[in-house]
């Protein structure tokens, strides 16, 4: 028995819908009413009544409701203070953030800190979207970082979670350049000669970024696939190594730009700018926390 079917229950029995206790969740619908199964099979019997709308707790569901919320509460008290005898000395955060911006975005964010806070102590938890996500949903950072296009949203509830930019990102095709000091791979590429692509998983945020651009383009470059990873430093070393084209953040090759080892594969309407978003749950309300956010907010980008 895990954990978050017991949360899962409880968010069903709150929303008393399957779709909206599943948005909540973070988790698609199909993968919600597994996971309820599964609970119900632990239990040994149904915890809810499908046949009525809304979804209705039977009656093992309203007996097994009374208990959740005690041991989900006495669980995560209990984890409360074991993670503040464990908290790092001094003013800490634990971060969670892709791994692209945990090497390119945060050492440098971390080092701007210092002239309004001193020392800033931090543990940095380098994870994928949804494991980010969890992170902060159960508790296990203060601050979150992901990416953000307003057609791709995160699901987080925004009366919970409170959220500030902090960037702008361009995610845009590069490529080797040529002895010409041309992309070696051009878009859109033709269909006798298909560029070699670097690509993303489909399930990744930035493999979805770029699934998104090139839909909205009216002529379809002609790709594909040689490679596919769902870190960016993977596909800007097969980049480096001439093997493709691939969508990159700017923020991960500006100095290979800048030094003529990289170049724009097309033009900017290859481009896609997204949102660098930092995130929290609101209920956390650390004196040191809530003085950070406020700095935050206060020095946040202007958005055209």
């Not at 009374?66 to 409360?80: G, H, M, N, P, S």
């Not at 790092?88 to 002239?115: D, R």
């Not at 206060?298 to 958005?303: E, V």
Request: charged share 25%; glycine share 4%; proline share 6%.
């Amino acid at each position: 028995m895990e954990i978050k079917w017991i949360e899962d229950f409880v968010a069903l029995a709150q929303y008393q819908s399957f779709s909206r206790a599943a948005e909540y969740r973070n988790v698609t619908q199909s993968g919600f009413s597994r996971r309820i199964r599964q609970l119900e099979q632990w239990v040994g019997a149904e915890l809810i009544d499908r046949s009525s709308f809304p979804p209705a707790l039977t009656p093992a569901g309203q007996l097994f409701r009374e208990v959740a919320d005690d041991i989900l509460a006495k669980l995560f008290d209990t984890r409360a203070v074991i993670r503040t005898e464990q908290r790092i000395a001094g003013k800490s955060l634990q971060i969670c953030a892709g791994h692209t911006i945990a090497l390119n975005f945060l050492p440098p964010w971390l080092k701007a800190l210092a002239p309004q806070f001193g020392e800033v102590r931090a543990r940095i938890i380098p994870a994928n979207v949804h494991d980010s996500i969890l992170a902060l949903v159960n508790g296990n950072c203060e601050l979150m970082f992901a990416y953000h296009h307003p057609e791709l949203p995160l699901h987080l509830d925004a009366t919970r979670y409170e959220h500030i930019t902090v960037g702008i990102d361009t995610l845009m095709p590069a490529s080797k350049p040529n002895h010409r000091s041309s992309p070696e791979f051009r878009l859109p590429g033709t269909k006798k000669e298909p560029l070699p692509l670097i690509s993303y998983s489909e399930t990744s945020y930035f493999g979805r970024c770029q699934a998104l651009l090139l839909k909205q383009q009216e002529d379809a470059p002609s790709l594909h696939l040689h490679y596919e990873s769902d870190m960016a430093e993977v596909l800007k070393k097969f980049v480096m190594e001439g093997e493709g084209v691939a969508w990159l953040p700017k923020s991960t090759i500006e100095k290979e730009i800048d030094a003529g080892e990289l170049v724009a594969a097309g033009p900017a309407r290859w481009n896609m700018n997204i949102e660098l978003r930092v995130y929290r749950d609101s209920s956390n309300r650390s004196d040191f926390l809530d003085t950070l956010w406020h700095h935050l907010r206060a020095s946040a980008p202007a958005l055209s």
